[in-house]
Antibody, heavy 118, light 110 residues
């Protein structure tokens, strides 16, 4: 059974940093693109970043470019999102998702809540 | 890249059909057959319902179907059931970003 379990969310002050993790199981993690998608309270879905199976290519939304970095450790079946210079507008539930060919997300984690507030 | 446009709400009685539109541009919906649809219950993660315009993942009832014409994609739920009451989001590949999501539609079963 495919499982994605996020962790690392919490309350952080504006300008602070946080590292989210997503532990994958039930599939060959190293062969899939993976993404982070977020959802602000009461709002819609927003793609944040995705990463190639071998980690050699990464793409980030303009809204987080230069502040967030997606990475992965295939040996640990884990996906990460390093978040720096956090702003109030980054407050959201962050989901990791698996991306099979082509350009959709077939499995999602349960999400982890990030609150940026003083 | 702007969000795809969906109606805020849609509704129907049990057994009826409801269709949700998802309007983009020739740079996203109209340019690629990579439209997907997601169902989301309050407080839960999204669930994939349709991918590549009209393909259903295993386990998704055939009451759910997708289509596309020009820059607009559609999700139709036939034989509406109480458990179909949820938020629905479309998504498309775009030249500039791998995923652009729709604004979301709340489906109410009357």
């Amino acid at each position: 059974e495919v499982q994605l379990v996020e962790s690392g969310g919490g309350l952080v002050q504006p300008g602070g940093s946080l590292r989210l993790s997503c532990e994958a199981s039930g599939f060959t993690f190293s062969t899939y693109w993976m993404s982070w998608v977020r959802q602000a309270p009461g709002k819609g879905l927003e793609w944040v970043a995705n990463i190639k199976p071998d980690g050699s290519s990464k793409y980030h939304a303009d809204s987080v470019k230069g502040r967030f970095i997606i990475s992965r450790d295939n040996a640990k079946n884990s996906l990460y999102l390093e978040m720096n210079s956090l702003r109030a507008e980054d407050t959201a539930v962050y989901y990791c998702a698996r991306n099979p060919p082509f350009h959709h997300a077939d499995y999602w984690g349960q999400g982890t809540l990030v609150i940026v507030s003083s | 890249q702007s969000a795809l446009t969906q109606p805020p709400s849609a509704s129907g009685s049990p057994g009826q059909s409801v269709t949700i539109s998802c309007t983009g541009t020739s740079s996203d919906v109209g340019g690629y057959n990579y439209v997907s649809w997601y169902q989301q219950y309050p407080g839960k993660a999204p669930k994939l319902m349709i991918y590549e315009v009209n393909k259903r993942p295993s386990g998704v009832p055939d009451r759910f179907s997708g289509s596309k014409s020009g820059n607009t994609a559609s999700l139709t739920v036939s034989g509406l059931q109480a458990e179909d009451e949820a938020d629905y989001y479309c998504s498309s590949y775009a030249a500039s970003v791998p995923f652009v999501f729709g604004t979301g539609t709340k489906v109410t079963v009357l």
